[in-house]
């Protein structure tokens, strides 16, 4: 029965039952192809974590860009160095002495993906900072060849201990699956960015509410535009909007459900400005290392945003599961007052 529907359907190319002729049939030729390999062993992994955590500690102790600059690269990179130019922005009493920490990678969750010929390798891992406590972010390391070392580019603080159920095969070894244009999935990883922007934006009105479920993320992205956006009354505006990114990079792991945990970055801004001449915006002490104590008519952020999001592979919303920002830079006009002082 089978055999017989499989002929009707290529009746028109050709289907030869066992006493066909033998040029109507086929030797079937094993792949060619190389097959995808892990991009490390779980061993290398937990040493690159090692290794991450102590350069870091002995880079920030010092604000050591340089070194810094030799375990991080990408949004990760510059958030850290917007927290060193806002460290040295401060005067030196309020400076806080750094405390060193290190990420528990004997315990670390590996999520490692076989990578074909050719594809830049990384790594996805479930970190905690405290040895025995549940895994709170989300972190990518990426191998930079020309350098010869593995650097984190990307973290995400998670809002749940409960991690995204990532497949495995029978090695321990995850599947990475293309973050853009993707067919397979309900939202790729340009649509996930343009929501996210649209929390912030306009409180998930347009994309934001239709792309994501819900989940504190995504509750939280959108509580910084209702509150952000009118705590100056009818003295001022705040605005948010998105900005050029340079971090378009994204990674995506397979999940069990063949959807897939998807890991990205966005750039967006929030522009504080007052409603009228006489008023003046004064920056607090966090803003000293960009706007100098100096009094503005308006004042622009810029963020630098690391995000996570599982997303289905049936058309259901995605949901995001964590984010987390840092002000890269800060900039606007002072008031005519300062102005014509300088």
């Not at 340089?66 to 990760?76: A, F, I, K, Q, S």
């Not at 998670?158 to 397979?184: E, F, M, Q, R, W």
């Not at 995000?307 to 830079?329: H, N, Q």
Request: proline residues 6%; neutral net charge; hydrophobic residues 35%.
């Amino acid at each position: 029965m089978f055999v017989g529907a499989a002929c009707l359907a290529l009746a028109l190319t050709g289907c030869a039952g066992e006493d066909g002729p033998a040029h109507a049939r086929q030797t079937p030729r094993a792949s060619t192809a190389p097959k995808p390999v892990p991009a490390l062993s779980a061993a290398q992994a937990r040493d690159v974590i090692t290794r991450y955590s102590k350069i870091n500690n002995e880079a920030n102790t010092d604000r050591d860009r340089r070194l810094l600059d030799t375990v991080e690269d990408g949004p990760l990179y510059a958030m850290s160095i917007s927290d060193y130019t806002e460290t040295e922005g401060l005067p030196a009493a309020d400076r806080k002495p750094y405390k060193p920490w290190s990420y528990d990678s004997a315990d670390a969750k590996l999520y490692i993906p076989r990578l074909g010929a050719g594809q830049n390798r990384w790594f996805a891992a479930a970190l905690s900072d405290q040895k025995g406590k549940a895994p709170s972010r989300l972190a990518v390391f990426a191998e930079r060849p020309q350098h010869k070392r593995w650097e984190m580019v990307s973290v995400v603080d998670l809002d749940s201990p409960d991690l995204p159920d990532i497949a495995l095969d029978h090695d321990g070894y995850a599947t990475a699956v293309t973050t853009d244009g993707n067919k397979h999935l309900a939202a790729d990883a340009k649509l996930l960015r343009t929501a996210v922007l649209d929390n912030f934006a306009t409180g998930g009105t347009n994309t934001g509410t239709k792309v994501f479920a819900p989940t504190k993320a995504s509750k939280r992205q959108i509580a910084v535009h209702d509150k952000t956006g009118t705590r100056f009354g009818a003295q001022g505006t705040t605005v948010f909007a998105g900005a050029a990114n340079r971090y378009t990079d994204a990674y995506a792991l397979k999940t069990t459900d063949g959807g897939a945990l998807i890991l990205f970055s966005h750039t967006h801004t929030q522009t504080d400005a007052v409603a009228h001449s006489g008023l003046q915006i004064n920056p607090g002490k966090d803003d000293r290392a960009w706007l100098h104590d100096v009094p503005r008519t308006s004042i622009r952020y810029t963020f630098v945003c690391n995000d996570a999001a599982t997303v289905p592979a049936k058309a259901e919303p995605s949901r995001l599961i964590g984010y987390t920002c840092a002000r890269t830079d800060a900039s606007g006009p002072p008031v005519p007052s300062w102005s014509d002082r300088a």
